[in-house]
Every structure is written in structure tokens, then in C-alpha cells.
């Protein structure tokens, strides 16, 4: 489905597509989505350009994500609580205030508290 505003449509299921011109977006505002339904209990909003999107997604303490990998690296920044998980086999724990960094095809999942 085309977004309204672009015409063009997002590969991210019910993202926002940034269209020409478009330099400010309000998460907020933006339509709320699952962002993995099949393996994750993330949702939020997100914007989706060419190359990257950019996402404000929460994930409620005592769940996470199964098993799973994506074909871009990932940076996940931890808002508040802690989130520990496993990236290509290596145990991490992250609390608020810090950046994870995923590789692009690395095996990843985890569990925030």
C-alpha cells in the first residue's frame, strides 16, 4: 500500500515513506505499528527512507524478541530499563542511555526488563 503523502510505497508494512521534501517528522503522529509481528513485541512508530528507517519503538519489560536477523545493521537506543540480549553469539546488557549496535545479517534476540 502507497503512502498517501509520497505515492510511494513503504517496505515496511504501515511505515511512514519520507517523500521529496519532507526533513521533519513528528513520531508522535506517525502511524503505530508491530515492528517485528513474527518475532518481537517492539512497536511504535517509524520513517522509512531509501536506505534506512528510523523507528521510536517500545517494547513493554518482560518480553522481547525471538530469534532473528535482518539484512541492514540495526542501532538500538535504550530509553529507559534494561535490555539484555545475545548478537552473534555474544551476551550483552545494555541499560538506559546506551546504543546497541546489530550487524547487518547477525543473529540476534533478547528480552528487556
Known sequence: MADESTGRAA???GAKRAGAGEYVFDLASINHILGGPDY???NGSCVEGDR???GLMRMPAGTGAEPHSHPNEQWIYILQGVFR???GGKAVEAKAGSVIYVPAKRRAFGQSE
Do not use: K
Request: aromatic share 0%; hydrophobic share 50%; charged share 15%.
Open 11 to 13: 517496505r515496511t508494512p
Open 85 to 87: 540480549a545475545e548478537i
Open 40 to 42: 518481537s513485541t517492539a
Open 52 to 54: 534506512m528507517i528510523v
